[in-house]
């Protein structure tokens, strides 16, 4: 096997490593939602972070390619988590935070237009645009760049694959 073969082989597995990493980032997302009843954004990091991992531990490889392709990948993968949230959440159970006393009445009137459309049996893809925030688009942007940084690390790379 020549050196060509080699970088595609790595490339390859490294592309099936964080599309895995990505998808169980995304379910990790969702099920936390659905566990927990509230809308944390900050756990999308985690797709980054599993996107990575993945990439490295299947590729054995730390390239600036890879780190690439990790950082769009897991851009799907939290496209992933939030339609799986929207899809096995209901508003129903994002709507425990509602009856909290320090709640915003503006954050109560979303959960039940949400509640409403949902019964109403409008399309998934309209509730994650209600269930998406202005700050998601933060995260995204930092778990985009934690797979980039952790997929291209030689730190990660030396601490997973030392020797001895």
């Known amino acids: 096997m020549n050196s060509d073969d080699r970088i595609l082989t790595g490339i390859i597995a490294a592309f099936a490593g964080a599309v895995t990493g990505a998808m169980v980032g995304a379910i990790v997302w969702a099920k936390y939602v659905g566990w927990t009843g509230m809308t944390a954004g900050w756990v999308s990091v985690t797709v980054g972070f599993l ?6 531990v299947a590729s054995r490889s730390r390239r600036a390619l890879i780190a690439l392709m990790c950082s769009i990948i897991a851009i799907f993968g939290m496209l992933l988590g939030k339609y799986l949230d929207a899809k096995w959440n209901p508003p129903s159970t994002v709507d425990i935070m509602e009856g909290q006393p320090d709640m915003p009445p503006e954050y109560a009137k979303r959960i039940a237009k949400m509640v ?3 019964e109403a049996g409008d399309s998934t893809w309209k509730l994650i645009w209600m269930r998406t925030e202005w700050y998601d688009i933060f995260y995204y942007v930092i778990a985009s760049l934690v797979a980039f940084q952790m997929a291209y690390s030689t730190k990660l790379y030396r601490f997973i694959f030392r020797s001895g």
Do not use: P
Request: charged share 20%.
């Open 51 to 56: 996107t990575a991992l993945g990439a490295m």
């Open 116 to 118: 409403e459309e949902s």
